[in-house]
Structures are given as structure tokens and as C-alpha cells.
């Protein structure tokens, strides 16, 4: 079941300590989109911003991995024009197991930055596997 819709401005979230975390983002939108996740401290992990390629084309405008933090404590802002404006955001959180096992953990969120309510205009994954290797 999803969380929201919340504001894009800060949502807390947590990830194990020192695991390999992949992202990727995709926007649906001829707005300027806006994603930034920041640490405990307040650092930036990692800023991206785009538009689709042409109006509402799927356009993929980044990706990438990073290892979490020791605290796995983490901020994420959704938005559109630098974060200028902040979406509504529905989000949720889902891991796969076997038994007491975890293997994989998952955040989704996909935003929505005007009134149409479609929440198609930008869609951010975080994941991590148990194991990498």
C-alpha cells in the first residue's frame, strides 16, 4: 500500500547502513522535474533534474549507485525547477524475503507537479540487495 499523496519536501526515509543502493529516475513531464536525496548531515547523495524529451515522453534523466551511510538515514525532495516547488509525492516501501531473511529492499515514489492527478511526472526507485557480490 502506498504513503501519501505527502509533500516532496522531505521525505524521511531509511536504508540499512553500507549497503550498495542503486536509483534511477524517469519523468513523464515537459516540466523541469526535480529529485535530490541528502544524508543525515544534510549532504547531498546525489541531484537530478530533466525533462521529457519531447511533452510527456518517458525520458530516463539518471541513475546511479552509492553505499549508505553508517546512520541510514536519508532525505528525499521531489519537485519541479530546482526544487523551486515542491510535488505531491506517493510513495512505498517493499523488500523481498524468505523466512527471516531479507534479500532485496525497495523505495518507489512517483510524484505529481500539477492538478491532473496522474502521479506520472516523475518516478524515482532506490534498491539494495542483502548480498552484492
Known amino acids: 500500500m502506498s504513503i501519501g499523496p505527502v509533500?516532496?519536501?522531505g521525505i524521511a526515509i531509511v536504508i540499512p547502513p553500507g549497503k550498495v543502493v542503486?536509483?534511477?529516475?524517469?519523468v513523464q513531464s515537459s516540466a523541469n522535474q526535480f529529485i535530490q536525496l541528502k544524508d543525515s548531515l544534510s549532504n547531498v547523495v546525489f541531484t537530478v533534474q530533466g525533462?521529457?524529451?519531447?511533452?510527456?515522453?518517458?525520458?530516463?534523466?539518471?541513475?546511479?549507485?552509492?553505499q549508505a551511510d553508517n546512520s541510514g538515514n536519508y532525505t528525499v525532495l521531489i519537485g519541479t525547477?530546482?526544487?523551486?516547488?515542491?510535488?505531491?509525492?506517493l510513495w512505498t516501501q517493499d523488500i523481498i524475503t524468505?523466512?527471516?531473511?531479507?534479500f532485496f529492499?525497495?523505495?518507489i515514489f512517483a510524484s505529481e507537479?500539477?492538478?491532473?492527478?496522474?502521479?506520472?511526472d516523475s518516478f524515482f526507485q532506490l534498491q539494495w540487495f542483502e548480498n552484492v557480490g
Not at 524468505?98 to 531479507?102: L, Y
Open 7 to 9: 509533500s516532496g519536501n
Open 51 to 66: 525533462a521529457s524529451s519531447s511533452g510527456g515522453t518517458p525520458t530516463q534523466v539518471g541513475s546511479g549507485f552509492f
Open 22 to 26: 542503486f536509483w534511477s529516475v524517469l
Open 98 to 102: 524468505r523466512g527471516a531473511s531479507v
Open 105 to 107: 529492499g525497495k523505495y
Open 81 to 89: 525547477n530546482g526544487g523551486q516547488r515542491f510535488s505531491n509525492v
Open 113 to 120: 507537479d500539477s492538478t491532473d492527478k496522474d502521479y506520472n
